[in-house]
Structures are given as structure tokens and as C-alpha cells.
């Protein structure tokens, strides 16, 4: 696919970089013809300087037989300029980042009338996955298929934990739990599980199976499955205002801790009582211990400087035994904050880019079996795709353990009349079905990429 | 610095020049000649080093930087030149191996300029090979792996940077592979028809294939003693005609094929046949006496003034003796050069440009020092660093020819000779004046001076930095 990127920033980079990966020819537009070199040194697009709401700029970028367009630039109005004159211009479709509440809560409106295919706000996103999470503690991670009838789960196996020294194919027969172990990561390595890994210590693991059986799951190794109850958040921004949003709709007691105070007047007013707004600042250590930072069953840091998030959430772990979500803008140093046993890390750039690139992978096969859901398990390793089975195929006839399907291939459950089956060798996969598949091979587009 | 990247690289280098030397070999089969022993020996060699360095063990870290970039495109172009100079050696139709070298070297940087007196003694594979190594060469050889090897892409565009000719490098979609294939397919179709036209014309297949080679590289080597010269008015008229197309920007004829006319006639593009039609016109006018018919004294001088411009090197008639004023124009020519993005060599029409603009605007400042001024080529500023870049190329570019011309020197020829011979190199044209003129050779030169001039023709070609990084000691730094 043609794809023109309009803004480069960290978004636009990420985008422009997994886009490429998979395959689609992109143009980048920025005013920064800085960025641009930096970014065409990376990988394998073209560059085109400019400011991106020009029609002559987004012609020279090729609009025209664009299929398309995505703006990311820094600025909410011209995003939506970006996308308004690439509609007229070219016939593509066109996504728009639009972070501000306001264009926000209008963007069922913007998508009708101005012809969006997507408006994505990080920010919300951010805080939707932040919610999620906190109310489900003990995972680091959550995402759902089969709206939302299966969750793949990621958690991290504490010391003593009964699974410790179990090997993969004996935890139905000793624990009696139907969950399917997808991936095992272990120190730098990832992989996809098979029934002899034997589970250590500090493994990282993630897990799929229908929200009632995780819970099973969880119990079994004795993990706190409870929602959380009460939260600490530092830093009111867009992401705490989004995240206050939906807590208090869930009923979590929120106290937020805002150093501006012009802004905590604004959080004040705008919930009232239901949110406890203090106005301090979260590095001094007494405030977070006046505060209750040692009872808070959940701790969020969503400031804005990375280094002072990971700080206060290392201070927060020595000191109590909340649930920690740590926010984290700069996506480079992934690999070594893994390290840091910090819970849940959120990287708002990231959730962007994955939304992006998820919509995109399902508009290239609008046809057939194609991709409905798209999670990555393991960055740029490993993900987790779910399929409709809409016509019988070649993987439709056979019991799975006839398949044959390529290395690192697992058929991780399958939805059929509203229930969850944890797929065995002599399952079979039938027309109807919504099935999901874990694959260290990014190239998925359609049911039938399984097989040899 | 990524060695083992480097010798992968290099291996395919290799592979690619064993499969270059089937067309030589196809030509000895066809005209039943022995040569094709010597080409068959070459090509296994190629293919057993390739294979060895390629299919072994692939590299683990694929990861190149700039650096890397520069050193594989300095060094795959020496690699390809001592092996491409190994049938002409092996063979023994040219005894010497720096001769063979330097033959080899003057094909595939497109220059055109010969050891041989008499080229007509070559076997006809060896001549299709010298012809070959000008239409690899003129378009990159490089360029052509990455059109077929897979690589990742950005670490591609190091590559293409530093073999493309040019002050700056713009890809004309988004993937570097499918511009490779793009800019091969356009190299591919103008070679093709210059051939039909040329077979229209009355010139023999064999005759034809290497003329268009030799063309479409802009290299010149001929196959006959006398160049072109003895060829119909036609045959001439179409030569001069693919000799200007071939130093056009090839991004152009993209924008042509797309329909953008405007965005095709760049302002280099303009420029480059203004300069092309005074000279043709000053120089016709000026030997008018000597040849006495104003349409001949045209056709002599619009074919003398294509040929140097565009850096191919053919030629009807010897200019040697032509007026001072003419043959002044063509050493003047003989620095412009071509376009960038084209198979011609020299400084380039677009530095040429971005040069005056900037000593325009230097002045300017001078007079009013607060002035903020930007240069500007086709209506867009440029940005400083390609600035700084052209002109640091110009101090490169008059160090190294000092330096060459002060080695060639020992050998104690004249001074027009030294100077004509060191021009014709570094800009990959072939013949200069008076010893080394178009009915002359380099032959004479000693081997000190042959590899001056066979390092100025690399330099040349690949526009100096890349071989001047390979003896700065900080690339080899780690």
C-alpha cells in the first residue's frame, strides 16, 4: 500500500518504521528536513519537506494514488487540515491524531462528516489501557479478541510461585487449569512456549484463555485477581484526566496529585468529590507518604518527564504494594526499563502506532479470512492476530494436528457459538469461527498464511 | 565498521561480474573465438570467490552506516576493475596487467580512454566486453545489485548516496529498490532504442550493440581506430542525439513518463542545453574556415561539443588542430560535465550552478552585510549543507588534480598533454589534447602515471569522496 505519514515526531517515526517493515511504500512529510534525513537513514522511505496542508506538498508526496494518509503532526487543527485537503485531493482514506478533549468527544462526528477513517487519540487510548489493567492488577498487560470472550494476558511469575518447575504440558494435569500458555520470555529471549518449556522464576509469560478460566488461573497461583479500589495518580494531565474519566465511572476511589495548582482547580471542578485533587509535589516523598502512598492499592505516575515517572514508581514499590503503571514517552529504551520490575509500563507512542499499524494490516485484505484484531505480544517479535472464518478452506478440513503449519504457528483458541475452546490436535476449525493465532511471523494476512 | 558485511557485499559483487562476463562469452560463441576460455576461467573464479564469500555463512549484524556505505562502493568498484582486467591479461591481447587495468578501470567509470593503438586488433568479445563494462558502469553497478539483492532499505540508500552522481540523491518513490529497477528500466529502454536506430541506420548488430553500450554509459570506447568517425551523418546525428539524452537527469524522464513536463525541465536540465547550444554555435562558426561547409563545421562541432559535455569521448574527426578559441570551450566543457542523476561525469551542471549562486551571494553579503540570502535552485532554497558539500567537492576536486598532474609530470610531457590527460580522466571522458587528442592514446604514459590516472578515474566516477575516505585513515579507526 501507498501510505503518506504527515509529521515526523516520535509517532510518525514508529509508524513510518513498522509500515515500512510490513511492506507499504511511505512518504513522509514534514517541515523538518532534519528529521526527514534521520528518519530515511533508519529505513526505507522517501521524504518530502514541506508543511504536510498544502495541497502542492501532498502532491509532490504522490496523494493522488495514495492509499492512505496519516497526520501526526503536533497540532490537533492542522491534522484535520491535513486530512480534509488529502480527502479532495486524492480519493485515500485518511487518519487523524486529535488529542485535545474538546475535538475528542467529538470524534464520531468528525469521522461522518469530514470522512475520517479513524481519529485516534493517544492519550485516551493511554488511559484506556491504564483502566483496563487496574482492573486486573495482577497482569502487566491485557488485551481482548472475540470482543472481548478472550484474553490474552501477560504477567510476570513471582518467586515461589506454584508453576515454578512445572513444565508447560503438565499444567492442566497438575493444576487443572484450560488456560494455553502463548510466550515465554526469559531475560532477552522470547519465544513461543511448546508443552516441554519448564517455567522459572521471573519468567514473563503470557497467557490466553476466556476472562472466567484466567481467573481460575490466577487463583490457582495464588495471584490477587480483585479489581483495584483505590488509586494514587501523579500528574493530571490529559492521560490522569482521561484515566480519572473512566475510575470514577468504575467506581475506584482517585486521588491525583497535580503541582500546578491553576490546573488542580480545573481537575476540582471538574469532578467534584467523587476525585480527591491535591496539589503538591509528588517528588517530595512526604507528600506521597502523607498521602497513603503505603495503603494505595494502585500507583499511576503519568508526569511528564520519563526519568521522574520510573523514579517515583521504583520509590512507590520499596515503599508499599500498590499495583504500579509507570507512563513512559520515549519508546528507545524499551529494552532496558523491561529490566526495572516496574509492573505495567504504558507507552502512549506506542498504543498510536499499534492502533495505526492494526488498521492498516486489516484494510489490506478486505476480502476473505482476513485480520479483524491485531496485539503485538512481544514487540516486533511476536503477535497475536484473530480471524473469522468465513469460507471453508484449506484449514478448514483437517484436525489441527494434521495441519501443516509453519514454525512458530499456534492456533490459541477458537470461539464457536459463544464459547471459548483451548484448541487440541484433534480440533478441527470450521466456517464461522473466530479464531486466534499466535505467530512470530509478522507477514499474517489471511487464515490460510498458517500453513506451509 | 562492518566487515563482514563489506566482504558480503563484496561477493556479490563478484557473482554479479561472473554473470556479466556470459555476454563477452555469448559473442565469442556466436563469432566462434578462442577468448571464451579466458572469459569462462574468469567467470569461475568470480562465482567460486562470490559463492565463498556469500553462501557460507550470511552476515548476522546487516546493520551499515554511512562509513560502511562509502568504503563498499570504493572498494566493490576496485574489486569488479582488477577481475573485469583479467581476460584482457589472461588472454594476452593486452600483455601488460596494468594496461589490462587500466583498459578495464577506463570502462567501467565510463571513460573511454584506451592503452591500445589499434584497438581493431582485439578479438570482437574482448571489444563487446570494453563496451559492456561502460553500460555497467554508467548506471552503477551497485545500483543494479540492489535492484535484486535483498537488503534492508535504508541501509541501501548509504549505498546509493555514495555511488550516484551528484550533490544530493532523491529517491523518486519511496522504496530505494523499486527506484533502482525504475531508473534500470529507463537506462534499459533509451539503450534499446538508440540500437534499433542505429541498425536503421546501416550499422552492423555487432556495430550497433557496442555504440549503444558505449552511449548509454556515456563512455566511448570505439571499435574502430577512427572512433566514429567514417559513420553516415545519420549514424553521427543519432549518437549526438543519445549522447545529450544520456547526460540528462534521469529523474526527468520519470517526471516525463508521469506527465509532469514542468517538473522535467529542471532548471539544471535548461541550463545544460543553453550551454550546449552556445558552444555548438561559437565552436561551428569558428572552424568554419577549416572545414569550409557551415552545415559539416555544425555537425563536427555539435558532435565534439555532445561528446565532451556529456563526457562519452566518441569522435568523428580529431579537434587537435581545431582554433585555440574552440578547443579552449571543449577543455571548458570538459570540467561542466553533465547533469547529476545522469551516466555523465565531471563537476556537474547543477554544482556548477549552486557554485555561481553562492559566490553571487557571497557578494551581496558583502555589500550589505545584515542581508539574509538563501541559494536557490528551481525555486527552493538549498540547504546549507549541500552548499558547504560543493564547494568542499571543488577544493577536493582541484587538490587531487594538482596532485595527479604533479605525478604525471615525471614522465615530462607537455604541458597541455598533462593537464588535457588528467581532465579527461578525472571527468571520465577520454581524450584530451594534443598526445592524448581523439586520434591518440595513453599508452605511452609510465606505469607511476598509468595509476594516478586510473585512481582519477575512479575518483571521478564516484565523485571523489568515496575513494579519498578509503586513504583517510579514521575510516579504518574503530
Not at chain 1, 469532578?271 to 507518604?289: K, M, P, R
Not at chain 2, 566487515?3 to 556466436?30: K, N, Q, S
Not at chain 2, 517538473?263 to 565552436?283: G, K, M, N, P, Y
Request: aromatic content about 8%; hydrophobic content about 45%; charged content about 20%.
Amino acid at each position: 500500500m501507498d501510505i503518506i505519514i504527515i509529521g515526523c515526531g516520535k509517532v510518525g517515526e514508529a509508524l513510518a518504521e513498522q509500515l515500512n517493515e510490513q511492506g507499504n511504500n511511505i512518504t513522509v512529510i514534514d517541515t523538518d528536513a532534519k528529521k526527514l534525513n534521520e528518519v530515511s537513514s533508519k529505513c526505507d522511505v522517501m521524504g518530502v519537506t514541506g508543511n504536510g496542508a498544502t495541497h502542492l506538498v501532498q502532491q509532490e508526496a504522490g496523494i493522488e494514488h495514495a492509499d492512505l494518509m496519516i497526520a501526526v503532526t503536533g497540532s490537533d487543527e492542522l491534522n484535520l487540515l491535513c486530512c480534509l485537503i488529502a480527502k479532495k485531493a486524492g480519493n485515500c482514506k485518511t487518519i487523524a491524531r486529535v488529542r485535545s478533549p474538546q475535538y475528542s468527544s467529538e470524534a464520531p462526528f468528525l469521522k461522518d462528516e469530514l470522512g475520517l477513517a479513524m481519529v485516534i487519540n493517544p492519550e485516551q487510548a493511554a488511559a484506556a489501557e491504564i483502566a483496563r489493567v487496574l482492573r486486573f492488577p495482577s497482569a502487566m498487560k491485557i488485551d481482548t479478541f472475540c470482543r472481548g470472550r478472550v484474553e490474552l494476558i501477560k504477567l510476570r511469575l513471582p518467586e515461589n510461585c506454584p508453576l515454578v518447575g512445572l513444565a508447560v504440558k503438565e499444567l492442566s494435569s497438575k493444576l487443572g487449569c484450560d488456560v494455553l500458555v502463548c510466550t515465554i520470555e526469559r531475560g532477552d529471549d522470547a519465544y513461543i512456549a511448546n508443552g516441554n518449556t519448564v517455567f522459572e522464576e521471573r519468567d514473563v509469560i503470557s497467557i490466553i484463555a476466556s476472562p472466567k478460566k484466567a481467573n481460575d488461573f490466577f487463583r490457582k497461583i495464588n495471584y490477587k485477581s480483585k479489581s483495584v479500589k483505590d488509586a494514587m495518580i501523579v500528574g493530571g494531565g490529559e492521560i490522569g484526566h482521561y484515566l480519572c474519566d473512566i475510575l470514577v465511572n468504575d467506581g475506584v476511589s482517585v486521588k491525583i496529585i497535580e503541582k500546578d495548582a491553576e490546573r488542580s482547580d480545573e481537575l476540582c471542578a471538574q469532578w467534584g468529590n467523587a476525585v480527591t485533587v491535591i496539589n503538591g509535589d509528588a517528588s517530595d516523598q512526604e507528600v506521597l507518604l502523607e498521602e497513603g502512598l503505603q495503603q494505595a492499592g494502585a500507583f499511576v505516575a503519568l508526569t511528564n518527564l520519563d526519568e521522574e515517572n520510573i523514579l517515583l514508581s521504583l520509590f512507590a514499590r520499596s515503599e508499599g504494594n500498590a499495583k504500579l503503571v509507570t507512563k513512559i514517552n520515549r519508546i528507545d529504551f524499551e529494552d532496558v526499563i523491561k529490566h526495572l520490575d516496574l509492573d505495567t509500563i504504558i507507552y502512549p507512542k506506542s498504543i498510536t502506532s499499534d492502533t495505526i499499524v492494526r488498521y492498516v494490516r486489516s484494510l489490506k485484505n478486505a476480502q476473505g479470512s482476513n485480520v479483524e484484531q491485531l496485539h503485538q505480544v512481544i514487540k516486533g517479535k511476536i503477535e497475536a492476530a484473530e480471524f473469522i472464518i468465513r469460507d471453508s478452506s484449506a484449514v478448514t478440513e483437517e484436525p489441527l494436528m494434521k495441519l501443516k503449519l509453519k514454525d512458530g504457528i499456534l492456533v490459541a483458541a477458537i470461539l464457536r457459538d459463544k464459547k471459548v475452546v483451548i484448541p487440541r490436535g484433534s480440533d478441527v476449525i470450521k466456517p464461522g469461527d473466530m479464531v486466534v493465532i499466535v505467530s512470530a511471523d509478522s507477514e499474517l494476512h489471511d487464515i490460510t498464511d498458517i500453513l506451509r | 565498521m562492518n566487515y563482514r558485511m563489506i566482504t558480503y557485499i563484496l561477493g556479490w559483487i563478484l557473482i554479479f561480474e561472473a554473470i556479466f562476463m556470459t555476454v563477452p562469452a555469448i559473442t565469442a560463441v556466436c563469432y566462434g573465438e578462442s577468448a571464451i576460455v579466458w572469459f569462462a576461467v574468469t567467470a569461475a573464479i568470480c562465482l567460486a570467490i562470490g559463492l565463498l564469500l556469500t553462501k557460507i555463512k550470511k552476515p548476522q549484524d546487516k546493520k551499515l552506516y554511512s562509513r560502511d556505505g562509502y568504503v563498499i562502493v570504493s572498494l566493490s568498484w576496485i574489486v569488479l576493475s582488477v577481475f573485469g582486467a583479467l581476460p584482457f591479461f589472461l588472454s594476452g591481447e593486452i600483455p601488460s596487467y596494468i594496461d589490462a587495468l587500466f583498459e578495464t578501470v577506463s570502462g567501467f567509470t565510463t571513460t573511454g580512454a584506451s592503452i591500445l593503438s589499434d584497438v581493431e586488433k582485439l578479438s570482437k568479445s574482448m571489444l563487446i566486453w570494453r563496451s559492456f563494462t561502460h553500460w555497467v558502469g554508467g548506471m552503477g553497478v551497485l545500483v543494479f545489485i540492489m535492484a535484486f539483492v535483498r537488503l534492508s532499505g535504508a541501509q541501501n540508500m548509504h549505498i546509493m548516496k555514495a555511488e550516484s552522481p551528484g550533490p544530493s540523491v532523491s529517491k523518486l518513490v519511496p522504496r530505494v529498490k523499486t527506484t533502482a529497477l525504475l531508473l534500470y528500466a529507463i537506462y534499459f529502454v533509451l539503450t534499446l532504442a538508440e540500437f534499433i536506430l542505429l541498425i536503421a541506420g546501416g550499422m552492423t548488430p555487432f556495430e550497433a550493440l557496442n555504440t549503444s553500450f558505449a552511449t548509454a554509459g556515456t563512455g566511448g570506447f570505439g571499435i574502430y581506430n577512427t572512433s566514429l568517425g567514417g559513420f553516415s551523418a545519420y549514424i553521427q546525428i543519432v549518437v549526438i542525439v543519445f549522447m545529450l539524452l544520456f547526460s540528462v537527469n534521469f529523474n526527468s524522464y520519470f517526471f516525463l513518463i508521469k506527465g509532469k513536463i514542468k517538473d522535467a525541465l529542471t532548471s539544471e536540465v535548461c541550463i545544460f542545453f543553453a550551454i550546449v547550444a552556445v558552444s555548438i554555435t561559437v565552436i561551428a562558426f569558428n572552424i568554419r574556415s577549416m572545414v569550409g561547409d557551415l552545415g559539416e563545421a555544425f555537425l563536427d562541432s555539435s558532435f565534439a561539443v555532445s561528446s565532451i559535455i556529456s563526457t562519452t569521448g566518441f569522435s568523428t574527426v580529431d579537434f587537435n588542430p581545431w582554433p585555440e578559441l574552440s578547443r579552449t570551450i571543449l577543455v571548458l566543457l570538459m570540467f561542466i560535465g553533465a547533469c547529476a542523476g545522469s551516466t555523465g561525469g565531471g563537476i556537474k551542471v547543477s554544482r556548477i550552478i549552486i557554485l555561481f549562486k553562492s559566490l553571487g551571494k557571497e557578494l551581496l553579503v558583502m555589500i550589505h552585510p545584515n542581508q539574509v540570502k538563501k541559494v536557490k535552485l528551481g525555486g527552493r532554497p538549498v540547504d546549507h549543507e549541500t552548499v558547504r558539500s560543493v564547494s568542499v567537492f571543488i577544493v577536493a576536486y582541484l587538490l587531487l588534480f594538482v596532485a595527479s598532474m604533479v605525478l604525471i609530470s615525471f614522465d615530462e610531457h607537455d604541458l597541455i598533454t598533462n593537464f588535457t590527460a588528467v581532465a579527461a580522466t578525472v571527468n571520465n571522458i577520454g581524450p584530451g589534447l594534443e598526445l592524448v587528442g581523439p586520434t591518440a592514446n595513453f599508452g605511452f604514459f609510465s606505469v607511476l602515471s598509468k595509476i594516478v590516472l586510473i585512481f582519477d578515474m575512479l575518483a571521478g566516477r564516484l565523485e571523489l569522496f568515496p575513494m579519498l575516505l578509503l586513504f583517510t585513515p579514521a575510516t579504518w579507526k574503530k
